[in-house]
C-alpha cells in the first residue's frame, strides 16, 4: 500500500528573511486585502507607524505582505478612504502614512450620524454632555488668545443683532471658540461633527429681546471661563443647553 503523499509544502515556508522594513505576515486567507488594512490599523495603533511614515510603492508592499498588486491597490483604497495614508502617483510618489486632519474626521463623523439617523434629541443630548465638559475644560485652560477670541466674537454678535444669518453664525463660532479653548481636540471634533443637525447652514436665530437674552448668556459663560470658575462655566452652558432642549420641545409641539 502506498503511503499517503505529503501535503504540499508553502513557498513562503522557504522563502527565508526577505529582509523587511516591518513583519508584516503574509495575508493567505480570504479576504486578503482585509487582512492588509487590518494588520496596517494595528501597527498605527502600536505606535509603530508615524503621521509622514513613507511606506513604501505598490510594489513594495505587494511582495511584503505576499499579495497580488489588485489585492494591494484593494487594500490601499480602503485605507485612503479611511484617511490611514495619502498616497502619490509618479516620480518620487508612493504611499505614506496621513498627516492627521481632525476636520476631515469630524466631517466623515457627521455624515455616519445622517446616514444611520441620530436623531435631533440624541443630537442635543451628545451637545449637553460635549459642551458642559469643553467649557469646563475652558475655565482651566484657555489662553489669552482664546479669551480674546471669546470677547471678539461676543462684542460682534452684540453689535449686529437685528441680522438672523449672521448671529447665527457667530453663536456657532462662540460655542466652536469654547471648544477649541478647552484644549481637547476629542470632544471639539466631536462639537464640529454635531454642527450639521444643530446648526444648519440656513439656520437663522431669532434676533430682538431674544438675541439680547443670547448674548448675556455667552457672555456669563465667558466670564466664568475668565474667572477659571470650572463648576460655575459648566453650570451656565449645561443650563443654556437645557433651555434650548426645551424651546426645541415646544416648537415641535406647536408645529
Known sequence: ????????????????????????????????????????????????????????????????????????RT??????????????AGA???????????????????????????????HLEAQIAIESATAKLAARNATENDLADLRR????????????????????????AVAEAAHNRALAVQLKALRHQMWPENDQRPVGATALRLVAVHTEIYERILARDEAGAERVMRDHLEQVRTNTAAEKACC
Open 1 to 72: 500500500m502506498n503511503e499517503a503523499s505529503p501535503p504540499p509544502k508553502d513557498p513562503l515556508q522557504d522563502a527565508g528573511d526577505l529582509d523587511l522594513e516591518r513583519p508584516w505576515t503574509p495575508a493567505r486567507v480570504a479576504p486578503v486585502s482585509g487582512q492588509i488594512v487590518s494588520q496596517i490599523r494595528r501597527a498605527l495603533f502600536k505606535g509603530d507607524l508615524s503621521p509622514g511614515q513613507f511606506m513604501g510603492s505598490e510594489a513594495q508592499l505587494a511582495q511584503r505582505f505576499g499579495a497580488s498588486r489588485g489585492t494591494i
Open 75 to 88: 487594500a490601499l483604497r480602503t485605507l485612503e478612504a479611511l484617511g490611514v495614508i495619502d498616497i502619490k
Open 153 to 176: 466674537l461676543i462684542a460682534q454678535a452684540r453689535s449686529i443683532e437685528d441680522d438672523a444669518p449672521r448671529f447665527s453664525q457667530l453663536g456657532l463660532a462662540f460655542h466652536l
Open 92 to 122: 518620487g510618489g508612493g504611499i505614506r502614512v496621513a498627516d492627521g486632519n481632525p476636520d476631515r474626521f469630524a466631517e466623515a463623523l457627521a455624515v455616519q450620524f445622517k446616514l444611520v439617523g441620530v436623531s435631533r434629541e440624541e
